[in-house]
């Protein structure tokens, strides 16, 4: 493609972003599309010839988006957000643009200093203590990965990585069941094994890790000759927004002698503005804190900020320098690939500094108080209802509800019909999770173009199509 070309389709690519997100909130949330559709109308064989960008982005709008879930829609409120914002589109078209490798501080030095830079400021921004050093990881789940194989390392002294894990004392890794799905597949990957996590009992109305439980689990694996390596306390789990009483739970873990890792993917991003910081006291007590700019601080996936009180133990751990990658001749920076189990690296800091930049934090806290605002009026509305039943929260912008009219049986399955058709109807996007062996309908509030008309807007459809339901 000559220069010209790439001009033309670079300007044709930015109008049809603008249009599509000024228009993303007429389309249906969740994509309506039945299983092989899509695939079924692509060619089986790929193109001999090139073909014009014209016609590209004419399948783009024929074929691919009637598959689309609109994750920027203003009436999405399943899962997390994954959100965005034009700064950081901007920013990912530029970084597309560098493509930059930037797996060595050599590689691009910019790139480094400037991750050292806004993880700093990313740092101030959730009040945690200076000490912590930061890094950009590609996943809350990786960066949970490499704080247990650090946990892993350190209770062993090391000696996993040289020798390997048979052989090794039985380690022991402590969370509630309220903790993310990457724990258990990090506590896989790191050899630590399934039998080795142990579920910590939660109580109060944040459903949080009990630490007396806690204690008498490490004393009891002590006794039993099992090596206790680390905790994993939640702030903010993806079920219903669970928080472990860090500051208790920290005090256990520096009593054991235990790394403590605090995911904190989702409501992380909510620690910038002050108000909300009960919620992690303790944590300045971590070997290690990673939060998602990614889902709900206006950033692109993937931007996970990943905190570390000791980062030699982390490249202890993960740094391999082999020839080829040393850097000669130049002292005083870091390779931020021995902080991550990935060698290459996206340059990821460019977003989140257009983002943190071109917004200011005081409009960054505004957009994420306003979530928190519009969620516990919709649970007050959905308390009220004499047909619904608030089950959870609100924590931060996450509350769970379910239809519960009187005279119903069945309400699992009840709800579940009503998901569904929640979902079919498009002008909403919701989902489910299981909550105390009930079935129960998440809503989180954190997209960045949500008004609290479209958070009432989705709450008259949720009422509306019950009503229906009910009446067959
Ligand atoms: C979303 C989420 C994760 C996983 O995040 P990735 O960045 O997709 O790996 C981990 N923990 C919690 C609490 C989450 O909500």
Redesign the pocket.
């Known amino acids: 493609m000559d220069d010209e070309t790439f001009r033309t389709w670079a300007h044709r690519a930015a109008d049809w972003s603008v249009d599509y997100l000024a228009g993303v909130g007429e389309r249906p949330v969740r994509a309506q599309v039945a299983p092989g559709e899509v695939y079924r109308r692509l060619p089986a064989a790929p193109p001999d010839a090139g073909e014009p960008m014209a016609a590209l982005f004419e399948d783009l709008d024929r074929l691919i988006m009637p598959g689309m879930t609109h994750w920027q829609h203003p009436r999405f409120f399943a899962?997390?957000p994954a959100n965005a914002s034009p700064p950081s589109v901007v920013a990912e078209f530029v970084t597309a643009a560098l493509a930059a490798q930037c797996m060595l501080w050599q590689t691009s030095p910019a790139a480094t200093e400037l991750e050292t830079r806004v993880m700093d400021w990313l740092r101030q921004m959730i009040g945690l203590p200076a000490g912590f050093a930061g890094v950009i990881q590609?996943?809350?789940?990786?960066?949970?990965l490499a704080a247990l194989l650090t946990a892993r390392e350190r209770a062993l002294g090391w000696a996993g990585n040289l020798e390997g894990l048979s052989g090794q004392p039985r380690l022991r890794v402590y969370a509630s069941a309220e903790?993310?799905?990457?724990?258990d597949k990090a506590v896989r990957i790191a050899g630590i094994g399934d039998a080795n996590l142990v579920r910590i009992p939660v109580a109060g109305p944040l459903h949080g890790m009990d630490p007396a439980a806690l204690e008498a689990a490490i004393r009891a694996d002590r006794a039993a000759g099992f090596r206790p390596a680390a905790v994993v306390a939640?702030?903010?789990?993806?079920s219903i927004g669970a928080c472990d009483p860090i500051e208790a739970v920290a005090e256990v873990a520096r009593r054991h002698d235990l790394f403590l890792h605090v995911?904190?993917?989702?409501?992380g991003s909510a620690m910038i503005c002050p108000e909300f910081r009960d919620l992690m006291r303790g944590a300045e007590a971590a070997d290690s804190l990673?939060f998602?700019p990614?889902?709900w601080l206006f950033t692109h996936?993937?931007c996970?900020a990943h905190f570390v009180r000791d980062p030699k133990a982390l490249t202890d751990t993960l740094g391999i320098r082999p020839p080829f990658l040393r850097t000669l001749g130049q002292e005083g920076f870091v390779d931020y690939n021995e902080w991550s189990v990935p060698l290459g690296r996206r340059f990821r800091a460019l977003k989140l500094w257009f983002v943190i930049r071109s917004y200011g934090v005081e409009a960054l806290r505004a957009m994420i108080r306003d979530h928190v605002a519009w969620a516990r009026d919709l649970a007050e509305r959905v308390a009220a209802h004499p047909d619904f039943e608030l089950v959870t929260g609100p924590i931060l912008s996450l509350l769970s509800f379910r239809y519960a009219p009187r005279g119903a049986d069945d309400l699992d399955a009840l709800n579940a019909r009503l998901l569904a058709r929640i979902n079919d109807d498009g002008r909403t996007y919701l989902t489910q999770t299981r909550h105390d062996g009930r079935f129960v309908i998440r809503f989180q509030v954190g997209q960045t173009s949500t008004t609290r008309d479209d958070v009432m807007a989705a709450w008259d459809a949720v009422r509306e199509i019950a009503g229906e339901l009910r009446a067959g």
């Open positions: 899962y997390f590609d996943s809350a789940s990786g960066a949970t903790v993310h799905s990457s724990v939640c702030l903010g789990g993806t995911d904190a993917a989702w409501a990673v998602n990614h889902k996936f993937d996970s």
